[in-house]
């Protein structure tokens, strides 16, 4: 979430022993509605470098997800049975690529599913290992912490987000659309029977040693997960071969000693690490995310499959995210193609219709003419 428009809104301003797990269970969905008015100081952030909207952007990272075998307490112990049958995702990554340096601790994440939920295991190396903030829905990324970050019918609309810290203290939010898109987060929104634990493989909040780091288990439940989809037919629990948008991030900050504990290096941001690179500093870019594709087959059987209509998607948001510029350049929306200067993929064309507040974008196909996936001014990409 540091990545993100809270940083205009200001958010700012026990111990735990060797190996020792520490678990939370969640209720149901509050009743209680809380949305932040965002200000319009957001579209400083609305539209990426030139470069980022005229090139096609690389497919995002995939990851297969296979049926658990068998039970998964979650404990924060990564030793059960199950998780051997899970793949490792490659390790993290800085939010905007290849063009920064490599993060200097590991980050990875496995998952698994059954019939009752999505789980989420991660290791985060980390030599000295803190945590301040013990309040459920605190701003946690103000401490060191784990995001997930979830689409399940990847309309970039209408998606989770889950914040967690060492201490096993967790925030949730309820997205309607990225912030870019004057979306309001919903921060009384609470995963349904969501289950998180920590385990920290040396101590908490002690400089006086140095730590291995901490590991993490997720289980949230197809019930809070139906309520980020905006039709019954889209089918949750998954079937075979389903693919959802996902992304994680690692929210690491420099740190010193002082009169024996943490404090935060000052004048220093914090680092942002991700398992699929978004290209910019805001992890709410969820047409950046990674693939998660569900299957039922053996595990290890099973290769990740592309989206094949990827360069039709990523040209409709690089259409979008022009479009913008263009409205920012010129104080409206063009109805022309040749105006944004795209770089567009073959069997097919860019079309545009516009209105006074607004556009629609559609990629008509090369053979039958009819619309193959369309994005409005909103953001929200459909098929």
């Avoid at 952030?45 to 995002?60: D, F, G, R, T």
């Avoid at 296979?66 to 993290?92: E, M, N, Q, V």
């Avoid at 967790?170 to 659309?177: A, E, F, H, I, M």
């Avoid at 690490?273 to 595990?299: C, N, Y």
Wanted: glycine share 8%; aromatic share 10%.
């Amino acid at each position: 979430m540091s990545a993100s428009m809270w940083y205009i809104l200001s958010f700012s301003n026990h111990i735990v022993g060797k190996a020792s797990p520490i678990m939370s269970t969640r209720p149901q969905l509050s009743a209680v509605l809380l949305a932040l008015v965002l200000a319009g100081s957001m579209s400083a952030l609305a539209v990426p470098p030139p470069e980022a909207i005229l090139e096609p952007c690389p497919h995002p990272k995939g990851y297969v997800c296979y049926r658990a075998p068998s039970g998964i307490a979650i404990d924060g112990d990564l030793k059960d049975a199950a998780w051997a049958s899970a793949a490792w995702t490659d390790a993290f990554v800085d939010i905007e690529g290849d063009k920064k340096p490599k993060p200097r601790f590991r980050t990875r994440v496995k998952m698994l599913w059954d019939d009752d939920a999505l789980y989420i295991a991660a290791e985060l190396e980390e030599p000295h290992v803190w945590g301040t903030l013990t309040e459920h829905d605190s701003v946690i990324y103000r401490d060191n912490d784990f995001e997930v970050f979830i689409d399940p019918d990847g309309d970039n609309h209408l998606y989770g987000e889950l914040e967690l810290n060492a201490l096993n203290t967790t925030w949730d939010l309820l997205l309607t659309k990225p912030y870019k898109d004057s979306g309001r987060p919903i921060n009384a929104w609470e995963i349904s029977d969501l289950k998180t634990a920590v385990k920290i493989d040396g101590t908490l909040n002690d400089p006086r040693d140095t730590d291995r780091g901490w590991t993490l288990e997720i289980k949230w439940p197809w019930k809070g997960l139906k309520e980020l989809v905006e039709t019954a037919a889209f089918p949750i629990p998954p079937k075979d071969g389903d693919q959802w948008r996902i992304n994680f991030s690692r929210v690491e900050w420099d740190m010193e000693v002082a009169n024996g504990k943490y404090r935060k290096v000052e004048g220093r941001s914090e680092h942002n690490w991700v398992w699929s690179p978004q290209g910019v500093i805001d992890m709410h870019r969820p047409e950046r995310w990674g693939h998660l594709q569900f299957t039922t087959a053996k595990p290890g059987t099973v290769a990740f499959k592309p989206d094949p209509d990827w360069a039709i998607r990523d040209a409709l948001h690089r259409g979008y995210y022009a479009e913008r510029q263009f409205l920012k350049d010129k104080g409206r929306y063009t109805a022309n193609v040749a105006d944004l200067g795209l770089k567009l993929p073959p069997g097919g064309s860019l079309k545009v219709e516009t209105t006074r507040t607004g556009f629609e974008m559609w990629w008509a196909d090369g053979k039958t003419g009819n619309p193959r996936y369309t994005i409005k001014h909103t953001g929200r990409i459909t098929k």
